[in-house]
């Protein structure tokens, strides 16, 4: 069975209902990777990493939510065998960054990583 | 670049001499290549002429750490110890696929940055010392993507893309067999359930009971012989009272035995009247159902994954090969420095190797689809300076060449080498085509022509040779590599 990471976490909106929330997800390390994000169970976004600053919704909108990212990433690199998928987060009051760190053990594997983040007040 | 590396080959030369005396065997050439001046990967291992038969390659900073702390030997320097890391990737770059190929110079010359250490022992004394070297490879131009990685970057998002359908959180057929093992609990637990009824319970409780009770007897009747023994040992009165007592308690127990066994026996026939009482049957077999159900689902689910997970991995390994195949401008650079310390007396230290390479290149390939391109023209540039300080061994000696090579097709590959050298006593050049035919997958025919270096009074420099190349291995013998 192929190798998944999971890691939840959650964003402050802040109070400012109106302001944008905007979410974007890098693959580092030099590998490369397919992104899916769903808020709930609406799907948002599908494409290659990276995705850049992607509007997920107003802060009204989104408070209670979850903001499920979905990256499967493969080790496409001959210098490591490392792996790093970040979610970004802004548009409250602090940005915030989600970072997940992984390792294949054989050379080509991949890694389906999971992030879910609770958009809260 | 092409090279010859066969697992193991017989090889079979004819000679063709215009001169009588032309002395040009296979055997008695000088064997140094274009091939071999190229920048090494591990410089410190090429300078210090070992071939370590273990090399670490941590990845990250603490493996590093560890492995050089666990090298150093309460003795002093660590022997035979080889260790080769690329410093930028020992941390966690935020380094994105697309910006790892577009480095320019000076992004790449960090991030294709490998530093190599070695120790090996001056002699075979263990007081002799140890030489130590250091060494830094990179590639200020490593060339541009392969006009093939496209395609495969495509299929390879593809084939991610539908392993997250197939086994992420909104995956039907996850979320399926979940579902299915959570039934299949619940229906083992309702089993577990009817099982617990009193009547159930009960029954269990008589079978500890009566076991307990059948050991009492049973040791009881080992016992008691042996107690009359010693009762006839007592005084008269005594003794007979005891024997007395001993006696009835022999009887109690024989009569006991049968009935605790009868009644043991008969447990079984109860539990499947109590059994029969309950749902049991109903909820085992619908427990048997969830459990092909799991079974069957699961495996095709664990199929259709591997099978998935085995093209990205087979994807993957195709797009890591193209990065040594990378076309365009190519530069590589090297150097490496060996120190011996003898007898490991720091004082003593002194510089003993020097080496530097580089190695220029440009590979052109020419691709009018993505997916079909034609086979590589090569044009490499060498050159390697090796300075030998030590004692007795000392020289310095500058070497440099170019290659050509065109595979012209599959099967046929042609390349024209030159060679010069400079030593500190003599300096010469070597010229030689030479064309490479496979007849099969081991088997090649090749021919060379042209002038090799000069050895006054030894030989000719004439290189005219034909050969077939037998190789036994299944390596392909042709290769080509940057």
Redesign the interface.
């Known amino acids: 069975?192929?190798k998944?990471q999971k890691k939840t976490s959650f964003y402050k909106v802040g109070t400012n209902g109106a302001a944008d929330i905007l979410a974007s997800v890098?693959?580092?390390?030099?590998?490369?990777?397919?992104v899916?994000i769903?808020l709930d169970?609406t799907p948002i976004v599908?494409a290659?990493?990276?995705i850049g600053l992607l509007r997920v919704g107003t802060a009204a909108d989104v408070k209670g939510k979850l903001l499920?990212v979905?990256a499967?990433?493969?080790?496409?690199?001959?210098?490591?065998?490392?792996m790093?998928v970040?979610v970004k987060l802004t548009g409250g009051p602090a940005d915030k960054l989600v970072?997940q760190?992984g390792?294949v053990a054989e050379?080509?594997?991949?890694i389906?990583f999971?992030t879910t983040i609770l958009f809260r007040q | 670049m092409r090279t010859i590396q066969p697992l193991c080959t017989i090889v079979l030369v004819m000679t063709c001499s215009v001169a009588a005396l032309a002395q040009t065997a296979a055997s008695d050439q000088d064997k140094t290549t274009v091939e071999d001046l190229k920048a090494p990967t591990a410089p410190a291992f090429v300078v210090l002429g070992v071939s370590p038969s273990k090399i670490e390659r941590p990845q990250a900073v603490r493996p590093l750490i560890m492995s050089a702390l666990s090298a150093v030997s309460s003795e002093g320097f660590p022997r035979n110890y080889a260790v080769e890391f690329a410093p930028y990737w020992l941390g966690t770059p935020q380094l994105s696929f697309k910006e790892y190929y577009e480095s320019g110079v000076v992004k790449a010359i960090p991030r294709h940055l490998s530093v190599s250490v070695a120790t090996t022992p001056l002699g075979k004394a263990a007081d002799s010392g140890t030489a130590i070297a250091f060494g830094a490879r990179t590639l200020p131009l490593p060339g541009r993507a392969h006009p093939k990685l496209k395609p495969l970057l495509d299929k390879l998002h593809d084939l991610q893309r539908r392993s997250i359908g197939e086994e992420g959180r909104f995956s039907r057929h996850e979320a399926f067999i979940k579902l299915l093992r959570e039934a299949q609990a619940s229906a083992t637990k309702t089993t577990a359930e009817e099982l617990s009824a009193k009547a159930v319970v009960d029954l269990i409780d008589r079978v500890v009971e009566l076991d307990i009770e059948l050991d009492k007897v049973q040791i009881a009747l080992e016992a008691i012989p042996e107690e009359m023994e010693e009762a006839k040992k007592l005084p008269p009165a005594a003794a007979k009272a005891e024997l007395a007592r001993l006696e009835r308690d022999l009887a109690e127990a024989k009569a006991a035995l049968p009935k605790l066994q009868k009644e043991r026996k008969e447990l079984g026939d109860q539990m499947v009247k109590a059994v029969g009482s309950t749902a049991v049957a109903a909820s085992l077999a619908t427990e048997r159902q969830f459990e092909t159900l799991v079974a069957r689902y699961d495996q095709a689910q664990r199929v259709r994954i591997a099978q998935t997970d085995a093209q990205l991995k087979s994807t993957a390994l195709a797009i890591q090969d193209l990065d040594s195949h990378r076309v365009g401008p190519l530069l590589a650079v090297a150097t490496a420095l060996a120190w011996d310390v003898p007898s490991d007396r720091t004082s003593l230290t002194s510089l003993s190797r020097v080496g530097f390479w580089v190695t220029p290149g440009y590979r052109f390939v020419r691709c009018p689809t993505p997916e079909q391109c034609s086979t590589p023209i090569d044009v490499l540039g060498v050159v390697r300076y090796l300075d030998n300080r030590r004692a007795g061994e000392s020289g310095d000696t500058w070497e440099y060449g170019a290659r050509a090579v065109w595979q012209a097709t599959p099967k046929l590959a042609a390349s024209a080498e030159w060679l010069g050298r400079t030593t500190d006593d003599e300096s010469g050049t070597r010229v030689v085509g030479v064309a490479e035919y496979e007849v099969t997958e081991s088997v090649f025919v090749y021919a060379s022509f042209g002038r090799d270096f000069e050895e006054a009074g030894v030989r000719q420099n004439l290189v005219s040779t034909i050969g077939l190349s037998f190789g036994l291995g299944k390596k392909p013998i042709l290769l080509l590599n940057r």
């Open positions: 069975m192929a998944k890098d693959v580092g390390l030099g590998q490369t990777g397919f899916t769903s169970q599908s290659p990493a990276p499920i979905e499967k990433v493969t080790d496409v690199s001959i210098m490591t065998n490392k790093s970040t970072p760190p390792e050379q080509g594997e991949s389906l999971e």
